[in-house]
């Protein structure tokens, strides 16, 4: 799902929770619908996007009107070598 769809979800209030998933030196974005379905919001390239810092993620999430997120950082190695 591309930025733009999941920002008119998240106003229309069907998007009610967004969570960002730490993945080796890299963190990655997901969110549940209104239904409990998992999906992956994608760049305009296809491809899922991700940061470097939480503060990037953050702002991205306050960008798309959202005050909080569910942050998972379990498999995040920050200042880790990309593979």
């Given at each position: ?63 798309l009107g959202m005050g909080n997120a569910y942050i ?12």
């Amino acid at each position: 799902m591309d930025e733009k769809t999941l920002k008119a979800l998240v106003d229309a209030g069907a998007v009610k929770r967004v969570n960002i998933i730490g993945n080796g030196t890299g963190l990655s974005r997901g969110g549940y619908d209104f239904h409990r379905h998992h999906f992956s919001a994608m760049t305009l390239k296809g491809t899922p996007k991700t940061w470097r810092s939480l503060d990037a993620a953050a702002k991205w999430v306050r960008g798309l009107g959202m005050g909080n997120a569910y942050i998972d950082l379990a498999r995040w190695e920050p200042g880790g070598r990309q593979v």
